[in-house]
């Protein structure tokens, strides 16, 4: 009678024993998983200083499309390390830089010089020449990069896809 | 030798001893009325999702799921592997195939109230199947990495960048860094050659055990109400009294239903061909209008037509709702009447989802919503509207194209659909309103007041005020004629 009773309680100590060892392991094991698989959401920030061209490229109160060569690109990122902005030059020394991406959905809005209009073949929203919201879906005006004007050449911020969680890229 | 492969059979069978539990499987006792034509499109699916591994298999020993290859290996496949275009063509109709027969097995379910007690579970099985098969749908979008992929993951980025405070890091970790680019494509790839379809496997499984274990559904009657207490009984005893085995009874007419599947499966890939890649997935090439693909069209609908105040809040709350109820429609109604003659109200949601999605994706294949971005220089001016005009109105005329006024108005049934049609403007606006109109805009439109000179404003406006039908009068302010008369 004793000896059965010291068994099974020699057996249900290896049994709990058993189940914090693998709770342990899981754990520890679950550690670097999580870390390797959030590694992008960790990072602080995305930006950096790009040069986009020498300012003679864009004529004084004109728009043009800009690309530039994503500051952390992968070596087999293809051509989706290419990443188009529009630039506009007010007067002189003077620029907006907007981000392609609509702020509505993100689908890259077109310029069009004739009507000085931006427009999205998504879903119709529609932006004037300084970026406001004209009409349309979209909940706000286009995001713009951080820009310098540095020995003639035009430097803008960027290195992130901006969405309206991280809007002032 | 036929004496040879039963006596390999037997040897077999005593070592493995599956085939009395394979038996009593296959023979199980089914109701005789749920030996219909209706219960056929479950087990259809079940046929199309295996075809899918298949081709999914092979396309995978070509398909390079690199950034900078994907869409290359595509163009290989559509063209020089041998029968690549076919297995590409098989897998994405297979797809659609899939999609649909899901759904359509899903409104069945739905209205034989077959979720009822005792397969509630059975329902919330098929319920994760639903999402795991709609998944597997939008990661399968993405690997045809092509225009439409790239700009649908910034659609899907944009979405989750709307959820408040951690939007941008749910983004980060959607397209595996602060860009769409090659670890995208890899999240992808991985959700959906190895997670997701693990997830429909073993899913696939616990829904078809609880199938055999519960029985399946019979024939709803009016007025054979499910009761907790008596089911179960009940259930038995119809099985007993007037059961015939699943096989071949039952299974016969899945049989044949899954072979006329997989024939017409076989022939709309081989008309219909491998579905894309369109243009490269190269950002810098803008001149894309990106859509998705045909299951998604209905919420690409819905997010235009939204009204934008309430968007972000349905986009985020909306989905994990409607999921929701959706789960936890057997334990809203887990008893009761079965028959659809009995449940009104049930058939009613059926129909207005139907027609709403219905609606809606039909809409999404010619959005009227967005401009069409080539009409100011595609499309022609109607002769009749230019016919005997002056010189200002003829200068008009032209300005309504080079302005890119067409993008979003109709001439003579071309053009974009944002805005009215211009070809009646006369009997709608006066002068003055459209003046207005024009300068200031409102109701959608952009005030072009600051893009264009009073000498193309005015232009522009000599050619409307002319746009009436012959013999139906241009509108005209009646508080002015009172007071001039």
Known sequence: MDQSAEKTSRRTFLFRLGIVINAIAATVFAIPILGYVLSPARRFTWLDWIPLGLLIDVPENQTRLAKYVNPFKKPWDGETDKIPCWVRRMDGDKFQVFAINCTHLGCPVRWFQESALFMCPCHGGVFYADGRHASGPPPRALYQYKYKVEAGQLWVRAGEMPTLGKPEV | MIQLLKAIGAWLDARVQLGSTLAEVAEHPVPRSSASWWYVFGSATLVV???QVVTGICLATVYTPAADRAWDSLIYLNYQQPLGWYLRALHGWGSNFMVALMFIHLAQVFLFGAYKFPRELTWVAGCVLLLATLGMAFTGQVLRFDQNAYWGLGIGASIAGRFPFVGFKIVRLLLGGPIIAGETLSRFFALHVFVIPALLMAFVGLHLFLVLRLG???????????????????YQDMVHADGEPFFPFAAQKDLVFAGLIIASLLIVAAVAGPIGPNGQPDPTIIQTVPRPDFFF????????????????????????????????????????????????????????VFTMIGTLTWLGTFSPWSPVMDAWSSAPTPI??????????????????????RNCHALGGEGGLRGPALDATATRLTRDQIVRQIIQGGGNMPAYGKNLSPAEVNAIVAFLVTMHPRGEPPARNSAKSATSF
């Open chain 2, 384 to 405: 009749d509207y230019v016919k005997g005009r002056s010189p200002l109105e003829l200068q008009g005329a032209l300005l309504i194209q080079s302005k890119q006024c």
């Open chain 2, 297 to 352: 069209l209905w919420l690409f609908s819905l997010f235009a037509l939204l009204p934008p105040w309430t968007e972000t809040f349905l986009m985020l709350v909306g989905p994990p709702v409607v999921i929701g109820i959706l789960f936890v429609v057997p334990f809203i109604s887990g008893t009761g009447e079965k028959s659809w003659r009995r449940r009104p109200i049930s058939v009613v949601i059926l129909l207005l």
């Open chain 2, 216 to 234: 399946i559904n019979e024939w709803p009657m009016p007025g054979r109400i499910v009761r907790r207490d008596t089911y179960l009984q009940q």
């Open chain 2, 49 to 51: 999702f295996i075809l």
